[in-house]
């Protein structure tokens, strides 16, 4: 039989406030367990929750950025279950009515686009945090998370495969990190993803039963907890079995999926809405100044970079990855009064190339949009050709200087003067003349080395374009 793959996604983005949802303690990364956990935290009897406006406003920009509905009237509610690192014995979330619906990511998807619509995005704590490594037969339990602001973010069943699914948290993960609402690092736990699998047979419109696994927080191991499931999944229904609505955890040194409990459904979480939270109210007027404050998004980015600039559509793609990188970009054809395609050539192989060599992102990269700028405009003045630009390049991520001290330094300065380098073509020409004679013979490859020659003899400095102008002439009299 043949099976179509069914996958919905929830994300946990976790929210880069200063202090907590409800309460004004610290949401710092690593700092030691339980320092950052307040009395409205760990719940202490007599505490109320008061709301980060905050958050509030990073969800109403998310949902702004996706093209969702902000709903300007929306209710917290407890979600009651019994976990060691819950200490309130509950969850303020939101249920029946969150603060954004509905939305749409866009992912590649064969050359085009696919639609992944939105469910639903809304407010919640974080729980704390379960420590088992570092106990012999017992657990600790970190409650600075808890209480840490986390934006839920719902898909629809849109996805049908793996790698859509990892396209969308791809996609979802440079939004949320585009807008400034999340840094998206994933291995400190700022960004998880949930998959809902399920399979049916091809052509059903009925949804398979549905396993939920938790806590994916790399691309990777999203991909492969996704292809065991579904491989799973088909096994069991070929073999005769049922699947089981069930929550499932990935083991990565396995590579499989295990069972953790049986999936709740929301009424065993016995909803209601929170008494110590009045309902959230958003002006019309706090939504239009949040949507005034919103950066150019990465769609609109990519397609004036192909109007605007002549870029390809895989170019704007590479150049709109992240904000950081756009802003590299825009920086540096700023700085060059133009040269977009030359510019995101640079960036696309010679920076992205050296960044990957020696694992940095482009924020720690140690040639400045302004140092590049430099070099890429004694390219354009033909003071130096491509090749001698990459020795350049290379001195300058090692620290040695900017780029004038180098080409200094090492002789670098192209000859680009005609009547020397027709001395030279001369002198080399006279030397190859069994290459000259196959070129006039029709043998177009002879041209090549005759360049190649030439380059030679003026040692890697000669101007390529004027050598090869200037020899076009001399073999065509």
Not at 26 to 34: E, K, S, Y
Not at 138 to 157: F, K, Q, Y
Not at 433 to 443: I, L, T
Request: hydrophobic residues 40%; glycine residues 8%.
């Amino acid at each position: 039989m043949d099976w179509e793959t069914v996958i919905g996604i929830e994300t946990h983005a976790q929210l880069s406030t200063v202090s907590k949802i409800f309460s004004g303690a610290a949401t710092r990364f690593g700092a030691a367990p339980n320092v950052q956990a307040c009395a409205v935290d760990i719940a202490l009897p007599g505490v109320l929750p008061v709301l980060n406006r905050a958050a509030v406003e990073k969800a109403v920009r998310f949902g702004l950025a996706v093209g969702a509905t902000i709903n300007r009237r929306s209710v917290f509610a407890r979600k009651n279950y019994f976990y060691p690192d819950l200490p309130k014995g509950y969850q303020i979330s939101q249920y029946e009515l969150p603060i954004v619906t509905g939305g749409v990511i866009k992912i590649p998807f064969e050359g085009g686009e696919k639609l992944v619509h939105l469910t639903r995005a809304h407010l919640e704590e974080d729980a704390g945090k379960s420590l088992h490594e570092d106990f012999h037969g017992m657990s600790g339990i970190d409650l600075n998370r808890a209480g840490t602001p986390l934006l839920e973010i719902v898909t629809e069943p849109d996805m049908r495969s793996a790698e859509e699914a990892v396209a969308y948290a791809k996609e979802l993960h440079a939004r949320v990190r585009w807008i400034g609402i999340c840094d998206g690092n994933m291995q400190e736990g700022s960004f998880r993803c949930d998959a809902n699998v399920s399979v049916r047979p091809k052509g059903s419109a009925v949804l398979g039963t549905r396993c939920e696994i938790k806590n994916l927080n790399s691309f990777r191991f999203l991909e492969e907890a996704i292809n065991y499931e579904v491989r799973r999944q088909i096994e069991l229904l070929e073999e005769g079995g049922q699947v089981v609505q069930e929550t499932r955890l990935y083991d990565p040194d396995r590579r499989e999926t295990r069972s953790m409990r049986s999936k709740e459904d929301a009424h065993d979480y016995r909803y209601f809405p929170d008494p110590d939270l009045l309902p959230l109210v958003i002006s019309a007027e706090t939504i239009e100044q949040i949507r005034s404050e919103l950066p150019e998004l990465p769609q609109a980015k990519r397609e004036r970079y192909m109007s605007e600039f002549g870029l390809s559509a895989y170019d704007a793609g590479v150049l709109t990855s992240s904000r950081e990188v756009a802003e590299f970009y825009e920086n540096l054809i700023r700085a060059l009064g133009g040269g977009y395609k030359l510019a995101s050539s640079w960036i696309s192989v010679e920076l992205f190339g050296a960044l990957k060599r020696a694992g940095m992102e482009i924020s720690q990269s140690p040639i400045s949009s302004g140092q590049l700028a430099d070099l890429l405009q004694r390219i354009q003045k033909n003071a130096i050709n491509g090749k001698q630009a990459k020795e350049v390049f290379d001195a300058m991520w090692n620290g040695e200087g900017d780029a004038e001290a180098i080409i200094v330094a090492r002789g670098l300065t192209q000859i680009s003067d005609a009547g020397e380098l027709e001395q030279v073509i001369d002198g080399m020409l006279a030397a190859n003349s069994k290459s000259v004679e196959e070129y006039k013979a029709g043998k177009e490859k002879a041209f090549n080395a005759l360049v190649g020659q030439a380059m030679k003899a003026t040692k890697g400095k000669g101007n390529p374009a004027l050598i090869n102008e200037i020899l076009k002439k001399k073999l065509a009299g």
